[in-house]
């Protein structure tokens, strides 16, 4: 399909209402898609809206994990998204199979196991718990004290609750790759570029750019922060998206990319398959859809539910 980008506009909205459809997005989105939104967010936020929305159906532009979230929650409606080949590196970092094989072998330790919601279905129906960048210090400061804690996939995130509530919890040694391609220098080289400029950062960086940041927090908090700062510019260590929102929300400051060693910005290629043409595309076709099996949603929602509890 290939339609003027304001006819795009008008169709996207016109088969939104026909729908009776809600678009959920991700900070990382395009600003074209984060535009067309009935709400943009960080994870936590999405999945609270996912939770209460009335709509028919879910158009969630974001990556894999993310929908499946949504349908985890809402098993009658129509949830799509407009790739299905939208992944994510830390995801794919913990197969279901081998977090199971994992706790068979060490089931003596008895492990509590907290999951970043960026996983499978399969490892959320495994885990006690899911946790968000935006909840993980209270989630684990609410585990029960006399379990070892299993912190599942992303190792710079969980190092990052350790230091922030003193829990020590063994980390699964998965990443995101975006956030991986910042490092000291990068991010070292931008402090002294914009010496007047704030460095905030996401959490699944690692450690070594997390101590060069004035903030660390999760890409909603970011926006509170930000507002909330009497400094007038910021150096953003996380996905380029995330700037569209800052900039349309906080129009009098001033936002400046995170680099890394290779780009003035990174981008998450995964993210970035969603365009306008796909949106227009799977909110015409309803598809692709998430579908999940029956069992495998119910141990699913167990998890999800007991965080949206404790949030
Ligand atoms: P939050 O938006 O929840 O901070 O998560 C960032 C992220 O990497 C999502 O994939
Ligand atoms: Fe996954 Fe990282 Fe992309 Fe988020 S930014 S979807 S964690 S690869």
């Not at 990052?160 to 020590?168: A, D, L, M």
Request: glycine share 4%; net charge negative; with cysteine.
């Amino acid at each position: 399909m290939s339609a003027h980008p304001t006819d795009l506009v008008t169709e996207i909205l016109r088969l939104k209402k026909d729908r009776n459809a809600v678009i959920l997005a991700h900070n990382y989105q395009i600003e074209e898609i984060q535009n067309v939104a009935d709400f943009v967010g960080d994870s936590l936020g999405l999945s609270i809206q996912a939770a209460e929305t009335q709509a028919d159906v879910i158009i969630f532009c974001g990556v894999h994990f993310m929908g499946e979230t949504a349908k985890i929650l809402n098993p009658s409606k129509t949830v799509v998204i407009p790739d299905m080949d939208a992944g994510c590196s830390l995801a794919d970092s913990c197969p279901a199979e081998k977090l199971e094989a994992f706790l068979k072998e060490y089931s003596a330790k008895n492990y509590y196991v907290i999951a970043y919601i960026n996983c499978s279905a399969g490892v959320k129906a495994i885990a006690d718990v899911i946790c968000t960048s935006g909840n993980a210090v209270k989630i684990v400061n609410a585990a029960p004290e006399d379990r070892p804690i299993l912190f599942v996939p992303d190792q710079n995130l969980g190092a990052w609750v350790t230091e922030q509530t003193g829990r020590p919890m063994d980390l699964w040694q998965g990443s995101c790759y975006v956030h991986m391609e910042y490092t000291r220098d990068s991010i070292e080289r931008a402090k002294h570029e914009y010496p007047e400029a704030l460095v905030v950062a996401h959490p699944e960086c690692p450690q070594a750019v997390r101590l060069l940041a004035d903030e660390v927090c999760s890409t909603e908090k970011m926006i509170g922060y930000c507002k909330n700062s009497p400094a007038n510019a910021f150096i953003i260590v996380t996905e380029e998206g995330m700037l569209h929102r800052l900039r349309r929300e906080i129009p009098g400051k001033v936002f400046i990319p995170g680099p890394t060693d290779q780009c003035a910005c990174a981008e998450c290629r995964y993210m970035k398959r969603n365009t306008m043409e796909k949106l227009y595309l799977c909110l015409q076709d309803l598809k692709p859809e998430i579908l999940i099996e029956e069992g495998l949603r119910l141990n699913a929602e167990r998890s999800v539910r007991r965080m949206l509890e404790l949030s």
